[in-house]
């Protein structure tokens, strides 16, 4: 049967910054997974604040924040069979030092704050984040 879910990708500053969004991307397709919607923003430390409320107790929450409102962001609905746990498998451990070979982490991940993307982790917070970034 198949299993068809959508879940939001974000690909981080620190990766927009080294114009990475053109490999980030084909990495996707060629792992099925299909890019339905894409924009590039810009978000405030508050937006981000509340994107990222999940780890507001985080000692590493406010940098977190700083970090993902310093520049130019990419996001990304993506879609495919089992895309949730695909992107999460596809993107590589938070760590890019633990991440798994070829994943986008292990390839351009700088650090575990500028790891590079970001990806849902639930199906419910795929729908959180996705209305999040693209609802109107
Ligand atoms: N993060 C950090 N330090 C840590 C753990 C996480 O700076 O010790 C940042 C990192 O950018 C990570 C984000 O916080 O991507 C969200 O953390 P989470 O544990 O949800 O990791 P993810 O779901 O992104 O793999
Ligand atoms: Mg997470």
Redesign the pocket.
């Known amino acids: 049967m198949s299993n068809v879910q959508n879940t939001l990708s974000i690909i981080k500053p620190d990766a927009v910054e080294r114009n990475l969004v053109d490999e980030i991307k084909i990495i996707f397709r060629k792992n099925n997974l299909e890019i339905k919607e894409s924009k590039k923003i810009h978000i405030t430390k508050e937006e981000a604040a509340e994107f990222y409320k999940v780890?507001q107790s985080k000692p590493?929450y406010n940098?977190?924040c700083s970090y993902l409102s310093s520049g130019p962001i990419v996001v990304m609905i993506l879609s495919g069979e089992n895309a949730v746990l695909k992107n999460r498998k596809v993107m590589g451990a938070?760590d890019p030092k633990k991440a798994e070979e070829n994943t986008i982490r292990k390839l351009y991940g700088i650090s575990?704050?500028k790891?590079s993307v970001?990806g849902s982790?639930s199906i419910q917070n795929a729908k959180i984040e996705i209305d999040f970034f693209f609802k109107n």
């Open positions: 780890h590493f940098d977190l938070t575990i704050d790891n970001h982790d």
